[in-house]
Nanobody
Framework: QVQLVESGGGLVQAGGSLRLSCTGS????????MGWFRQAPGKEREFVAA????????DYSDSVKGRFTISRDNAKNTVYLQMKSLKSEDTAVYYC?????????????????WGQGTQVTVSS
């Protein structure tokens, strides 16, 4: 059974940094593309970043481009989201997602497997 578990969330001041991790079962990472999404209070879940299985392709939403970096370590079955220069508007529950495929995917409906989410709160 596919399982994804996020960690690394917490409270940080504006301008600070956090690194989120998402660890999946071995089954999950074999040939799977990964993505990060977030959902702020009262808003719909939105795309943040995506990475292909081989890490040769990545994509970011305009709101985080230049501040966030997605990466993965397939040997550890883990995908990361390094977040820098955090802003209050980055406050949200962050979810990682997985789907089989060789490319990268930015639409929520394209992912079939989701973690439970981790809260990131940025204080101004």
């Amino acid at each position: 059974q596919v399982q994804l578990v996020e960690s690394g969330g917490g409270l940080v001041q504006a301008g600070g940094s956090l690194r989120l991790s998402c660890t999946g079962s071995k089954y999950t990472f074999s040939g799977y593309a990964m993505g990060w999404f977030r959902q702020a209070p009262g808003k719909e879940r939105e795309f943040v970043a995506a990475i292909s299985w081989s890490s040769d392709q990545t994509d970011y939403s305009d709101s985080v481009k230049g501040r966030f970096t997605i990466s993965r370590d397939n040997a550890k079955n883990t995908v990361y989201l390094q977040m820098k220069s955090l802003k209050s508007e980055d406050t949200a529950v962050y979810y990682c997602a997985a789907r089989a495929g060789s490319g990268y995917y930015i639409q929520e409906y394209e992912y079939g497997h989701w973690g439970q989410g981790t809260q990131v709160t940025v204080s101004s």
